[in-house]
C-alpha cells in the first residue's frame, strides 16, 4: 500500500490539513509514513547525504579495495549522481538510503550502517522492480553479503569479468519481471 500522494488533494477542514497526514518533501502523507520512511524521488538537498551514505557504504563493503579508489572518484560520482534516477528512502528528515538507476542499469544501493538489514534497501528495490521490467547491476565477488542479497531478490549471475582499476572480480547480475 503507498502511504504518499503524488497528486494535489483539497481538504475542507477549517482550512487545515488533517492531523494525520503531514508535508513532506512537496508530498502529503500519512504521518505514520513519516515516522517509518518514505521513498521519494532525490532531491538537490539531499546531494550530501547521498555522497556521504556512497561513500561510508563503498568503504564498509569493499574493504578489500583502498580507499583512495572511493575518494578520488568523490567528485565524478556526485557528478553522476545528478544526472541518475534516483530514490531515498527518508525518515525524520534524514536520508537512510538510496538507489540509483541509469535506464534499467542499477549502480547502486545503499543504507546507512546503522539501518542495514532493517528492509530499506529490499524496499528500494521492490519500488524498482515496480518501474523496470529488467535491472542488470554489477557487484564485487568478494562482496558476498551484497551477492547473496540480489540472489534472494531473484538475480541471477550472468558473467564474470576482472575489473582492471580494483583488480577485483565483478560479477553482473541480471533480474527479469516474470511474464515479461
Known amino acids: 500500500m503507498e502511504k504518499y500522494f ?5 481538504w475542507i477542514q477549517d482550512g487545515k490539513t488533517p492531523e494525520y497526514l503531514t508535508l513532506v518533501g512537496g508530498l502529503l502523507i500519512w504521518k505514520d509514513a513519516e515516522e ?8 538537490p538537498h539531499d546531494l550530501e547525504q547521498v555522497m556521504q551514505l556512497w561513500l561510508n557504504g563503498n568503504l564498509d563493503a569493499h574493504d578489500f579495495i583502498p580507499v583512495n579508489y572511493w575518494t578520488s572518484h568523490a567528485e565524478m560520482v556526485r557528478m553522476h ?11 525524520k528528515n534524514t536520508v537512510l538510503g538510496f538507489a ?3 535506464g534499467d542499469y542499477l549502480a ?4 546507512d550502517g546503522q539501518h ?8 528500494l528495490l521492490e519500488h524498482l522492480k515496480q518501474i523496470h521490467p529488467a535491472i542488470t547491476l554489477h ?3 568478494r562482496n558476498v553479503r551484497a551477492l547473496e542479497f540480489y540472489r534472494k531478490e531473484g538475480f541471477q549471475v550472468t558473467a564474470e569479468e576482472w575489473d582492471a582499476q580494483t583488480g577485483e572480480n565483478e560479477c553482473t547480475m541480471v533480474w ?3 511474464n515479461d
Open 6 to 10: 503524488d497528486k494535489p488533494i483539497l
Open 36 to 43: 517509518e520512511g518514505v521513498i521519494r524521488e532525490f532531491e
Open 81 to 91: 549522481l545528478l544526472q541518475a534516477e534516483l530514490l531515498v528512502f527518508v525518515q
Open 100 to 102: 540509483g538507476m541509469q
Open 108 to 111: 547502486g544501493i545503499f543504507v
Open 116 to 123: 542495514r538489514s532493517n528492509g530499506i534497501g529490499k524496499q
Open 139 to 141: 557487484v564485487y565477488r
Open 176 to 178: 527479469h519481471r516474470e
